[in-house]
């Protein structure tokens, strides 16, 4: 961690952060809950896609014949276009994040479209494609910002976002809630924006007003802190980035 004073913006916003916390830990955690459970069927296909005894060679062909298209060989994503970086991402997370775009709660044309195909819309194969992309090589280098604010980066990080990323952004114990370490900076920045902007039908609106508060120059610190670190989400401590 960076030894180094709080930024006075963000020492002026401490206090109501902190305040509001606990509040965005467990409205972050029941989220899960609570969203899914709006659509039972939903919320049945994850359940039988988490328990389903995972197959990561099958995964490995279902994503290099339906996804590496858009989302780069071995999940590694495309910066130009803000595909994310799938590769070490939480299996349980990319189990979620399947379920919900098979049904309603996540927009996307491109998605729907792929995994309307009969091989992906299947809770077996989104637990095969889930485990191939958790233990897939990480990317060597995923964009950067250009580390100038690196120091507001990481405090505003801990300060807002730790609660329920975790102090090292490795996601929570379960897996459900998203690792942000391995991921291109304009990838990050643009989905803070975007949820901030609720276009996540199961974004909950406290965290999106956390997110509306940020200042540019404090979203864009903490894309670029986070788009430094590297590791896998479970066991591996994360490393970091020299800035350029």
Known sequence: MIDRPMPAPLRRRVAPAAAAL??????????????LAAEPGVDQLLQTA?????DPKHGHVQFDRHCARCHGAGGRGDVNHRVPVLAGQRRAYLVRQLAALSGDQRES?????????????????????????EAAPLPP?????????????????HVECASCHHDDARGDDDGLIPSLRNQHYLYLLSQMRRLAELHR?????????????????????????????????RDDPPTRDAPP
């Open 22 to 35: 606990s509040l965005i830990a467990v409205a972050a955690a029941a989220g899960v809950s609570c969203a």
């Open 50 to 54: 988490l328990a389903a005894k995972a």
């Open 109 to 133: 044309a491109n998605m729907h479209r792929a995994l309307s195909v009969a091989e992906l819309h299947d809770p077996q194969t989104w637990a095969d494609v889930a485990a191939y992309l």
């Open 141 to 157: 280098h995923p964009r950067t910002g250009d580390g100038r604010a690196l120091g507001l980066g990481e405090a505003t990080f």
């Open 201 to 233: 039908h199961d974004m909950d609106e406290n965290i999106a007003r956390l997110l509306r508060s940020l200042k540019p120059d404090e979203a864009s610190a903490v894309a670029d802190y986070l788009s430094r670190l590297r590791g896998r989400a």
